[in-house]
């Protein structure tokens, strides 16, 4: 804890916590300030005027960012005959129909996005209690069940990055790591901002998006300013 304490101290040498940053400042300072042994995650987190209890505010999608977010991502695909070979061909990790249902059910979960074919929904649909809350559920509005299977894995594996507003009106997302270029980080974090205010739903009143601030694993969080934000 001591140690953690004594990085966290360091990090913040310089910052002034009250400084509103550009997106492109901030990314210069996370990555300046990147000194553990491992490749962080740059993240942005924008906290907006909605209640998602509401659906007529609810916050959601998916964005592919411009260069990925350096991060293998795992795809299950729901999918038979035909379609099954095409999810295999464009780099699906895991393809099956009630056999991957039946491992799913047993705890095997070893996938960051779940595809479905719109015929195989009968059978996803009984893994809405395990998928659901852990955001996993296939949903056409997000172009996971599809019948182009390969479009969506192809797009799953080079960087498509789904967001989901939470509890709290707090919507969050990897945005590349500390190895990528400043230019690189900063194009997919405009990317992500970007996608999310367009996102802004037909219920929300008021200022959509309050507050915003990017951080890395184990750097600060630095505010960003709204105001530069370009809508």
Same mark, same amino acid.
């Given at each position: 804890m001591a140690k953690t304490a004594k990085r966290m101290q360091k990090a913040l040498d310089g910052i002034d916590r009250e400084k509103l940053y550009t997106v492109e400042e901030a990314v210069a300072e996370l990555k300046a300030r990147s000194k553990v042994k491992f490749d962080e995650t740059i993240e942005v987190a924008m906290n907006l005027g909605v209640d998602p209890r509401h659906a007529d505010q609810m916050v959601r999608g998916v964005v592919s960012l411009p260069h990925g977010t350096g991060k293998t991502m795992r795809v299950a695909v729901f999918a038979r005959d035909a379609k099954a070979e095409e999810a295999k061909a464009a780099g699906a990790d895991i393809v099956g129909a009630e056999?991957?249902?039946?491992?799913?059910?047993?705890?095997n979960m070893d996938f960051d996005r779940v595809i479905a074919t719109p015929d195989m929904m009968a059978v996803v649909g009984r893994l809405g209690k395990v998928l659901g809350p852990k955001g996993l559920m296939p949903n056409p509005k997000l172009g996971t069940v599809t019948p182009d299977v390969k479009g969506a894995v192809e797009a799953a594996k080079a960087g498509q990055v789904e967001y989901r507003v939470e509890k #709290?009106?707090?919507?969050? &997302?990897? $945005?590349? =790591? %500390?190895?990528?270029?400043?230019?690189?980080?900063?194009?997919? #974090?405009?990317?992500?901002? &970007?996608? $999310?205010? =367009? %996102?802004?739903p037909t219920g929300a009143k008021g200022t959509y998006v309050k507050k915003i601030a990017m951080s890395s694993s184990m750097g600060p969080g630095l505010k960003i300013d709204t105001s530069a934000i370009d809508a």
């Open positions: 056999d991957l249902m039946e491992d799913i059910q047993k705890g #709290a009106g707090i919507v969050h &997302g990897g $945005v590349g =790591k %500390a190895s990528f270029d400043e230019a690189q980080i900063i194009e997919n #974090a405009k990317a992500f901002i &970007g996608a $999310v205010v =367009k %996102a802004k």
